[in-house]
């Protein structure tokens, strides 16, 4: 909404909601945008549910009186593939404060949109060198995207193209970020190597409990060989009395 007053002065009224840039097969590099008002848990978190953008006098930029706005402004070129505006409007997003709920959620909506043209990537690389030094985390990986900035150098507009300063203090922003990474992995590796080196110890010990109970108990068996003990017939002769005859035995019968 477009709006001026008797100083002929024009502020632009943007509602603040939250925007959609839908996937068409049919075009995929569309720069429709859709206002998602079904979001509740967008619409809570901002302070005012609008933007003013003052207009200046030669009508060829806007003014961002907040930090939330100019995020908002942001997203809103970013979505609609205006990378040379967005490049340009990099620095006025910088801060080295925490972002509020509305700021962060604006910030974290950047990195939703999946877009992987040359310039986009340029412009994510310069949001990360411009926050740097803030305590905020950009919602994307700063290697991969610098190193698809890389890959796609040559087709990187004029207009979107880092300095080699640039380029250098993101290759030690991605180098930092490569060597969190790797003490993490390190970290992660030892771990895993104990925790694996305890379980099989644990499986060893289940399976040779017996023997182990065996030798630690010391269990007293006699296994001496039994003594050669000579044979002893133990039959006796007992008398059977019959009517035939009365005195015969039973074996010597």
């Known amino acids: 909404l477009l709006l001026s007053n008797l100083n002929g002065e ?29 979001d509740t848990a967008w619409l809570e978190n901002l302070e005012t549910r609008y933007y003013m953008y003052p207009v200046h006098v030669s ?19 970013l979505l609609h593939r205006d990378y040379g505006d967005v490049f340009r409007l990099v620095n006025t997003v910088a801060t080295d ?23 986009a990537h340029a412009c994510r690389i310069r949001i990360s060198l411009v926050t740097s030094d803030s305590p905020v ?12 900035y890389i890959h796609k150098i040559a087709h ?30 390190k970290r992660w ?15 060893l010990i289940q399976f040779f409990r017996p023997r182990k109970i065996f030798k630690t108990k010391k269990m007293k068996m006699n296994f001496s060989k039994p003594s050669r003990k000579p044979f002893v017939n133990k039959l006796v002769c007992r008398p059977i009395t019959t009517k035939s005859s009365p005195s015969s035995c039973e074996f010597c019968r």
């Open 189 to 203: 590796h030892r771990l895993t190597r104990k925790s694996s080196k305890k379980f099989s110890k644990k499986c």
């Open 97 to 119: 404060v925490e972002f509020s709920p509305e700021e962060a959620q604006i910030f974290k909506a950047l990195g939703e949109n999946g877009d992987c043209h040359p310039d």
């Open 10 to 38: 024009m502020r632009i009224l943007v509602p603040g909601l939250r925007v959609v840039r839908p996937r068409i097969m049919g075009s995929p590099f569309t720069t429709e945008l859709v206002l998602d008002r079904s």
């Open 156 to 185: 990187v507009s004029a207009s979107c193209r880092l300095s080699a300063s640039e380029e250098m203090q993101a290759l030690e922003l991605c180098q930092q970020q490569l060597d969190k990474q790797d003490v993490v992995r």
């Open 59 to 77: 009508l060829s930029f806007l003014f961002t009186p907040t930090l939330a706005s100019a995020l908002y402004l942001l997203q809103l070129r």
């Open 137 to 148: 985390s950009c919602p994307w990986d700063e290697p991969t995207q610098m190193a698809k």
